[in-house]
């Protein structure tokens, strides 16, 4: 065949759907593992990917990536570009590396799901590749940060975070069992590859890497360059699956598996995305503000997009636009309390320049999330940094598992209440952030209802001893490993910005 035209026998290698005789549909396809939603199979059958690639084209030109990007890494290695990187860059790969490497390999178990439960064959042919994919990045995302082990001793979170129970963790975790290991081929189509990697995660990468680039760090800029290039192909799996499910009429299977993972995915990625980009980044390399990037490429062009399909936007938009104003601020100011929690040095962003950016991008801030920024200063000021660092741990949201920000967007003029939501189901009590989180949980509660959250645990008698200290060694933290403010408070001792100006 390589010396035919490639035209003469692609489609026949890619396509090979056949029915079965020695046993029967429902013996190679469970609906456990392989939903087909009652769509026939010989409509699956019709099932084609918009990016067609060859094994041989596959593999040349993924050889080709690793060649270039592993000629960066090792010149990168022998320089002083890691350690001259700025400090709220460096809390930002930190962060990422432990919340997503092992997640990669994750996700290559989800598409291994697809190559072996897809519907179709030209599926099942393109899942192949995406577990290739994966695995590669889960193999990239370890190796690069064990290269500079010995720059910065907590990269090796990069493996290390997803076998803890760091309260970010059981977060992630908690998401991407749902998306990839407890879940079917066809739902998977839908929520991992058109909802997560083409709503968010194939633009977060893009943005990611230009602003790595911008900073300096050439070598994280070249590797998630390379990764989102995989994504880009990958994630168009789930474009052709929703067009068979609304076709056969199944339009409401679809936005609901696609609901569900829309706000699941949101509420990570406000978390790790949302700080990454209004803090984290340094002031003179920022492009967009977090809202101004989730409006422009996630509620504008993806939403489109799925509109195109004739689904709508899911009906808890309005509250999505809300949270878009106040929540990732509510999370910035819990990660930073709570910072011994995590692995990464978390810096506060409120020097006196970057609160004027904050207050031209979110109006308002200085007077809602500015205040407690004000307050923490005065006492790092006064001599008393101790009183900046939590005695007590904050209630978790029983579905997203992040701890609940409502008072801060209550204070912040942003909700009508500052309590959480409540569901009390077979003796147990459940806790929730906001009314999309409880109807997550509500829409397959036989899924989660067995999981206890960081602070179920506490409060459970897991951890033990039950206080800081017990509950940072039950999450792995050793103190050398537990984060500190990451520019020795230097913004405390900055001018600080007030309503009407900057003074102190």
Same mark, same amino acid.
């Given at each position: 065949?390589?010396?035919?035209?490639?035209?003469?026998?692609?489609?026949?290698?890619?396509?090979?759907?056949?029915?079965?005789?020695?046993?029967?549909?429902?013996?190679?396809?469970?609906?456990?593992?392989?939903?087909?939603?009652?769509?026939?199979?010989?409509?699956?059958?019709?099932?084609?990917?918009?990016?067609?690639?060859?094994?041989?084209?596959?593999?040349?030109?993924?050889?080709?990536?690793?060649?270039?990007?592993?000629?960066?890494?090792?010149?990168?290695?022998?320089?002083?570009?890691?350690?001259?990187?700025?400090?709220?860059?460096?809390?930002?790969?930190?962060?990422?590396?432990?919340?997503?490497?092992?997640?990669?390999?994750?996700?290559?178990?989800?598409?291994?799901?697809?190559?072996?439960?897809?519907?179709?064959?030209?599926?099942?042919?393109?899942?192949?590749?995406?577990?290739?994919?994966?695995?590669?990045?889960?193999?990239?995302?370890?190796?690069?940060?064990?290269?500079?082990?010995?720059?910065?001793?907590?990269?090796?979170?990069?493996?290390?975070?997803?076998?803890?129970?760091?309260?970010?963790?059981?977060?992630?975790?908690?998401?991407?069992?749902?998306?990839?290991?407890?879940?079917?081929?066809?739902?998977?189509?839908?929520?991992?590859?058109?909802?997560?990697?083409?709503?968010?995660?194939?633009?977060?990468?893009?943005?990611?890497?230009?602003?790595?680039?911008?900073?300096?760090?050439?070598?994280?800029?070249?590797?998630?360059?390379?990764?989102?290039?995989?994504?880009?192909?990958?994630?168009?799996?789930?474009?052709?699956?929703?067009?068979?499910?609304?076709?056969?009429?199944?339009?409401?299977?679809?936005?609901?598996?696609?609901?569900?993972?829309?706000?699941?995915?949101?509420?990570?990625?406000?978390?790790?995305?949302?700080?990454?980009?209004?803090?984290?980044?340094?002031?003179?390399?920022?492009?967009?503000?977090?809202?101004?990037?989730?409006?422009?490429?996630?509620?504008?062009?993806?939403?489109?997009?799925?509109?195109?399909?004739?689904?709508?936007?899911?009906?808890?938009?309005?509250?999505?636009?809300?949270?878009?104003?106040?929540?990732?601020?509510?999370?910035?100011?819990?990660?930073?309390?709570?910072?011994?929690?995590?692995?990464?040095?978390?810096?506060?962003?409120?020097?006196?320049?970057?609160?004027?950016?904050?207050?031209?991008?979110?109006?308002?801030?200085?007077?809602?999330?500015?205040?407690?920024?004000?307050?923490?200063?005065?006492?790092?000021?006064?001599?008393?940094?101790?009183?900046?660092?939590?005695?007590?741990?904050?209630?978790?949201?029983?579905?997203?598992? @992040?701890?609940?920000? /409502?008072?801060? *967007?209550?204070? =912040?003029?942003?909700?009508? +209440? #500052?309590?959480?939501?409540?569901? &009390?189901?077979?003796?147990?009590?459940?806790?929730?952030?906001?009314?999309?989180?409880?109807?997550?949980?509500?829409?397959?509660?036989?899924?989660?209802?067995?999981?206890?959250?960081?602070?179920?645990?506490?409060?459970?008698?897991? @951890?033990?001893?039950? /206080?800081?200290? *017990?509950?940072? =060694?039950?999450?792995?933290? +050793? #103190?050398?490993?537990?984060?500190? &403010?990451?520019?020795?408070?230097?913004?405390?001792?900055?001018?600080?910005?007030?309503?009407?100006?900057?003074?102190?």
């Amino acid at each position: 065949m390589p010396r035919l035209p490639r035209a003469d026998w692609y489609d026949l290698t890619r396509d090979m759907n056949w029915d079965f005789s020695y046993v029967t549909e429902e013996d190679v396809f469970p609906e456990l593992l392989s939903n087909g939603f009652g769509v026939p199979k010989q409509d699956w059958w019709t099932w084609d990917e918009p990016y067609k690639i060859t094994y041989a084209e596959y593999v040349h030109n993924q050889a080709g990536k690793d060649a270039g990007l592993f000629t960066v890494n090792n010149v990168v290695g022998r320089s002083k570009i890691f350690e001259n990187l700025e400090p709220g860059w460096m809390a930002a790969t930190l962060a990422h590396y432990g919340a997503i490497a092992v997640g990669e390999y994750q996700a290559g178990i989800g598409e291994a799901r697809m190559a072996r439960f897809g519907r179709a064959a030209s599926w099942r042919n393109m899942a192949t590749y995406g577990c290739l994919d994966e695995t590669r990045h889960g193999q990239l995302q370890t190796y690069f940060p064990y290269q500079a082990l010995n720059k910065e001793p907590r990269l090796d979170w990069a493996h290390k975070a997803y076998h803890t129970n760091e309260w970010g963790m059981i977060a992630a975790r908690h998401l991407f069992d749902d998306m990839f290991t407890a879940n079917d081929a066809v739902s998977m189509a839908i929520q991992l590859t058109f909802t997560f990697e083409t709503g968010f995660t194939n633009l977060q990468f893009l943005g990611m890497a230009a602003d790595a680039m911008k900073v300096g760090d050439i070598d994280f800029g070249a590797l998630i360059s390379s990764i989102q290039t995989d994504e880009a192909r990958h994630a168009q799996q789930g474009e052709p699956t929703l067009k068979i499910l609304v076709a056969a009429g199944k339009k409401d299977v679809a936005q609901n598996l696609f609901d569900r993972m829309f706000w699941r995915a949101w509420k990570v990625f406000a978390l790790l995305t949302g700080l990454s980009m209004d803090y984290y980044t340094p002031l003179e390399h920022r492009t967009h503000s977090f809202k101004e990037f989730m409006e422009e490429f996630i509620n504008t062009q993806f939403i489109d997009q799925f509109r195109d399909f004739g689904l709508e936007a899911p009906w808890y938009w309005d509250q999505l636009l809300n949270e878009m104003n106040w929540v990732h601020h509510a999370y910035h100011l819990g990660v930073y309390y709570w910072r011994p929690t995590v692995w990464w040095n978390p810096v506060a962003g409120t020097l006196p320049e970057e609160r004027a950016w904050l207050e031209e991008k979110y109006p308002g801030w200085n007077d809602s999330f500015g205040k407690y920024w004000d307050v923490m200063g005065e006492n790092v000021r006064a001599g008393h940094p101790e009183l900046t660092l939590p005695e007590t741990f904050p209630v978790v949201c029983n579905s997203c598992q @992040i701890p609940l920000c /409502t008072p801060a *967007g209550y204070a =912040a003029g942003y909700l009508s +209440s #500052p309590l959480p939501l409540l569901l &009390d189901l077979d003796g147990r009590r459940y806790t929730f952030c906001s009314e999309p989180c409880k109807w997550v949980f509500e829409q397959a509660p036989g899924q989660f209802k067995g999981h206890l959250s960081i602070i179920d645990r506490f409060l459970g008698g897991v @951890i033990q001893p039950p /206080t800081i200290p *017990g509950a940072l =060694a039950y999450m792995g933290l +050793s #103190p050398e490993e537990c984060g500190q &403010d990451g520019t020795n408070y230097a913004w405390a001792h900055a001018s600080v910005p007030v309503a009407g100006g900057v003074g102190r």
